[in-house]
Nanobody, 127 residues
């Protein structure tokens, strides 16, 4: 059974930092593109960041570029999202998701491309 479990969410003041983790079981994450998405109250879920299975290619939403960094530790079967300079508009439930890829540097920001999703972790940024 495939499981993606997010952790590391919480409450932080604007300007602060958090690091989210996405731990996988039932799949070898090194063969999967892994992405982060978020959903704020009353809004649609949106793309945040994604990383290729090799870790050599990344893509970010314009709203987080320069503040967020996605990385992976394939030995730990885990992907991370380091979030710095947090803003109130970053408040949302953050989800990690994954899909299998044969290309080491392939990635996608399209939600429908992703096969597996975690349950989400809440991030609240107060101003």
């Amino acid at each position: 059974q495939v499981q993606l479990v997010e952790s590391g969410g919480g409450s932080v003041q604007a300007g602060g930092s958090l690091r989210l983790s996405c731990a996988a079981s039932g799949i070898t994450l090194s063969t999967y593109v892994t992405g982060w998405f978020r959903q704020a109250p009353g809004k649609d879920r949106e793309f945040v960041a994604t990383i290729s299975r090799s870790g050599g290619n990344t893509r970010y939403a314009d709203s987080v570029k320069g503040r967020f960094t996605v990385s992976r530790d394939n030995a730990k079967n885990t992907v991370y999202l380091q979030m710095n300079s947090l803003k109130s508009e970053d408040t949302a439930v953050y989800y990690c998701a994954a899909y299998p890829s044969y290309g080491p540097n392939a990635l996608s920001s399209t939600q429908s491309r992703y096969d597996y999703w975690g349950q989400g972790t809440q991030v609240t940024v107060s101003s």
